[in-house]
C-alpha cells in the first residue's frame, strides 16, 4: 500500500512534527537482532519483487505473538513489539538495570520502566533496587524511581519464544 492510500496517522511516529506522544516516541525502538535481520531480508526480497517500491517499517506498530516459560508454565501472549522487545535482552542477561534495558531497545528510561511493569505484573520480570534501606536483608521489590537504581531481573527458569505476526496491524508500508 502507499503513503497515498494510508495518509500519516497522528501518534504512531509518522507525523511531521517533533514527537508529541509515547506512540511517536515508541517510533525509535530497536528490535532485536534476529527481528531486525529477519525485516531486511523481507524488505530485500520485496525491493526485489516489486521495484522500485520499498518497505518502510514501523516496528512498534503490530502483534507479537510469543510464549514465555517461568519454570514449568507456559503462557502464550500478544503483545506490542515495544513489550517483546523489552522482555528479548532477557535470554542473554539474567538482570538489566532501566538504563541497560533503554539502551538496548533505545527508548527513554521512563518509557521502558513503565512497559516492563506488564512483565512484571506477570510475574515474568522481578524488580530489585539497589537502593540502601534500615534493615539490609528485608529488601522488597520497589517501583523504580528517581532515587534508586532499579533493576529488572528474570524470573528463575524464564524462557521466550515468538513469531511477529498475527491480528494487531501493519509493521510495513509500500
Not at 40 to 63: F, I, N, S
Not at 102 to 131: K, Q
Request: charged share 15%; aromatic share 6%.
Amino acid at each position: 500500500m502507499s503513503h497515498l492510500f494510508w495518509p500519516p496517522v497522528g501518534g504512531w511516529g509518522d507525523e511531521q512534527g517533533g514527537p508529541s506522544s509515547e506512540r511517536a516516541i515508541e517510533s525509535g525502538l530497536r528490535v532485536p537482532a534476529l527481528v531486525a535481520e529477519a525485516m531486511e531480508l523481507y524488505a530485500q526480497r520485496y525491493t526485489a519483487l516489486k521495484a522500485p517500491r520499498k518497505l518502510h517499517w514501523k516496528p512498534h506498530v503490530g502483534c507479537v505473538e510469543m510464549q514465555v516459560a517461568v519454570g514449568d508454565v507456559a503462557v502464550d501472549f500478544c503483545v506490542s513489539p515495544v513489550l517483546a522487545s523489552i522482555l528479548a535482552p532477557f535470554q542473554d542477561h539474567e538482570a538489566l538495570t532501566a538504563e541497560q534495558l533503554a539502551a538496548e531497545v533505545n527508548l527513554p528510561v521512563p518509557l521502558v520502566r513503565r512497559r516492563a511493569l506488564f512483565w512484571v505484573n506477570h510475574g515474568i520480570l522481578l524488580l530489585a533496587s539497589s537502593s540502601s534501606s534500615s534493615s539490609g536483608d528485608n529488601q522488597q521489590p520497589s517501583q523504580p524511581s528517581a532515587r534508586d537504581t532499579t533493576a529488572a531481573t528474570a524470573n528463575p527458569g524464564t524462557g521466550t519464544s515468538g513469531a511477529a505476526g498475527g491480528g494487531g496491524g501493519g509493521g510495513g508500508t509500500g
